[in-house]
């Protein structure tokens, strides 16, 4: 995604994404998860706590992103340990790295800083947040600043890519809310996961009836073959669930496709825990039924 620089700050962080419109196609069968669930031990206690919002905001979007405490989370509450900001195929870092991304201070002059500093201008905004460096790689790079804004979009970031390895010459890729997500390898990625419509669980109920769809390209083709068995954490108050899917090989166009249902079968019944989305980052309810391409 290539923003351009005169943009204000409300209007970057509330990019748009332009999605290519999905054909209807009949109804796919159901997929259920009969494979046995990986289970995720159960988180330790949190050793990183994330920062309360402050109290009272300011009004400007500007001074608000910039006085927002840096969101920290606490690995053992993930079920993976690499992250991403802006999904397959843009940097990847570790929890780790984002917890203790370093601020980017005026003494640092390195190309890469540089560049941070030429995609700012007084008209959008990007000057008055507090950037940090994310990960560093011979041809990638990602700065990212709090923003305040409510899980997971609680940064936005940027990334520079460079146009050889021996060049210092750092060119602006994107810009964007980062919502983080966990990056679960170049052959697979996470599924978008909604409540399937009708009647919520019953307590008594060890199958969750869900909705998933691929979020990356797949040339419109549905994903039923190729979801791999889920990684589960359950403890007293939730059930966590992560669903990958296999990417198919090759260049791939984005021709959009119905979610198909898809039926999570736990080892004891659901009670009265909620159901998370694991791949975001902190975990996310699910709780938004869908019915098509919403």
Not at 10 to 31: C, H, M, N
Not at 149 to 173: G, L, Y
Not at 245 to 265: E, F, K, M, N, S
């Amino acid at each position: 995604m290539r923003i351009r620089g005169g943009m204000s700050l409300a209007a970057v962080v509330a990019v748009g994404v332009l999605v290519a419109g999905r054909a209807a196609s009949p109804p796919p069968p159901s997929i259920t998860g009969t494979a046995p669930p990986t289970l995720a031990p159960s988180p330790t206690p949190a050793s990183i706590a994330t920062p309360a919002p402050a109290s009272s905001a300011p009004s400007t979007p500007e001074a608000s992103a910039a006085a927002s405490a840096w969101p920290t989370y606490d690995p053992a509450s993930l079920l993976g340990d690499h992250l991403t900001c802006f999904g397959q195929g843009s940097p990847t870092f570790t929890v780790s790295q984002w917890n203790s991304a370093p601020v980017v201070t005026p003494a640092d002059v390195s190309p890469e800083a540089q560049a941070l500093r030429k995609a700012q201008s007084p008209g959008n905004g990007l000057g008055q947040l507090v950037w940090r460096r994310i990960v560093t790689t011979a041809d990638a790079i990602l700065f990212a600043a709090a923003t305040g804004s409510e899980a997971p979009e609680q940064a936005i970031a940027m990334a520079f890519s460079v146009a050889s390895a021996r060049s210092d010459n750092w060119q602006w890729q994107s810009l964007g809310n980062c919502a983080l997500r966990l990056a679960v390898g170049p052959d697979r990625s996470v599924a978008d996961v909604f409540l399937a419509p009708g009647a919520p669980p019953a307590l008594t109920d060890r199958v969750v009836h869900l909705m998933i769809r691929e979020s990356v390209c797949a040339s419109g083709q549905s994903p039923p073959s190729r979801v791999v068995p889920p990684t589960l954490r359950l403890s007293t108050g939730s059930v966590t669930v992560l669903i990958t899917i296999t990417t198919r090989p090759g260049p791939q166009d984005c021709i959009g496709v119905d979610p198909v249902p898809y039926d999570l079968v736990l080892p004891e019944p659901l009670g009265d825990r909620s159901v998370l989305d694991g791949s975001w980052v902190p975990a996310a309810p699910i709780a938004k039924p869908v019915g098509c391409c919403g």
